[in-house]
């Protein structure tokens, strides 16, 4: 059984850094394509990044782009979102997702396996 845990989230001021870690449990082979998403009150979920681990090429959502590096350790089979310059509108519920089918693409939102999600907190 495959399970993907968080940890990292917490309560941060406008304009500082957080750094989300994501460890794959159960699965001891590289997973090709993990992603972050991220949904916040009242709103659709949203792709905030993703990485495919055969090349390691990541993809990033115009909002967060320059601020939030996503990256993959294969040896430790985890998954991160360092994210900086933090703003308000960062608030959101953070998830961290994996895909087994293949390659990434953008548009592709669903995913095999999600965690629990860690939450994110960006005060003015």
């Known amino acids: 059984q495959v399970q993907l845990v968080e940890s990292g989230g917490g309560s941060v001021q406008a304009g500082g850094s957080l750094r989300l870690s994501c460890a794959v449990i159960?699965?001891?082979?590289?997973?090709?394509?993990m992603g972050w998403f991220r949904q916040a009150p009242g709103k659709e979920r949203e792709k905030v990044a993703e990485?495919?681990?055969?090349?390691?090429?990541?993809s990033y959502a115009n909002s967060v782009k320059g601020r939030f590096t996503i990256s993959q350790d294969n040896a430790k089979n985890t998954l991160s979102l360092q994210m900086n310059s933090l703003k308000p509108e960062d608030t959101a519920m953070y998830y961290c997702?994996?895909?087994?089918?293949?390659?990434?693409?953008?548009?592709?939102?669903?995913?095999?396996?999600w965690g629990q999600g860690t939450q994110v907190t960006v005060s003015s």
């Open positions: 990485i495919y681990s055969g090349d390691s090429s990541t």
């Open positions: 997702a994996a895909d087994f089918r293949g390659r990434c693409t953008w548009s592709k939102v669903e995913y095999n396996y």
């Open positions: 159960g699965y001891t082979w590289i997973v090709p394509c």
